[in-house]
């Protein structure tokens, strides 16, 4: 069964210092990944996903499948980006073109000025 | 202005009561969905519809069911609320694309059962 793990609940850190949020999976196919964020009092909403290969916000994430790994990375980070991000994975297909999403328990970003 | 409505927004009700909680989207997508959240936790798909007429269960077990007679329109419905039901649902959609579809969600309906 397909499943999705972020390790941090919560990760702190200091605006301009570079963040990682991590994103390893599990799924026996050719996984699709995407990185959700909720900002305070926001919907969720679609960040960025590893097809599209963009840059985001100035943030990145490259899916390395040696490791199982989808990290979402930015160099320096922003008081803005203090949200909740959810890494998903596109999978098990529920049939007419469509993939149930996956989602991790989430990791909340906390930058402090 | 497309977007994807959810009511109502909070819902404290006593146990026993039967609600319905109503999801409307204006995107044009035939795709729609239903997941809930606990506090803390991830997300999980109670339910979803390819369009109208067409309903079915995602992989966590929930008592409540799921309507889709119009295809901007699919309302949950809890025939008798429990405690165990207190949660956040949240609705989503999407279009018909290749497998990457984007899911777009509404904003939530924080439910409480007394």
């Known amino acids: 069964a397909q499943r999705v793990t972020q390790p941090e609940k919560l990760l702190s850190v200091f605006k301009g210092a570079p963040v990682e949020l991590k994103c390893n999976y599990s799924y026996s196919g050719s996984p699709e990944l995407f990185w959700y964020v909720q900002y305070s009092r926001q919907r969720l909403q679609l960040l960025l996903r590893h097809i599209s290969r963009e840059s985001i916000k100035g943030f990145t994430a490259d899916l390395n499948k040696g490791e199982t790994s989808f990290h979402l990375k930015k160099p320096f980070a922003q008081e803005e980006d203090s949200a909740m991000y959810y890494c998903a994975l596109s999978g098990p297909y529920s049939g007419a073109g469509s993939y149930q999403l996956t989602f991790g328990k989430g990791t909340k970003l906390s930058v402090i000025p | 202005e497309a977007d994807i409505y959810q009511t109502p927004r909070y819902l404290v009700i006593g146990t026993g009561k039967k609600i319905t909680l109503e999801c409307s989207q204006t995107?044009?997508?035939?795709?729609m969905y239903w997941y809930q959240q606990d506090p803390g936790m991830e997300l999980h798909l109670i339910h979803y519809?390819?369009?109208?007429?067409?309903?079915e269960k995602g992989d966590l077990s929930s008592e409540s069911t799921v309507s889709r007679i119009r295809t901007e329109h699919f309302p949950l419905t809890l025939e008798s609320a429990r405690p165990s039901h207190t949660s956040q649902y949240l609705c989503a959609s999407s279009d018909w694309t290749a497998r990457t579809d984007t899911q777009y969600f509404g904003p939530g309906t924080r439910l409480t059962v007394l």
């Open positions: 995107m044009g997508h035939d795709k």
């Open positions: 519809s390819y369009g109208v007429n067409s309903t």
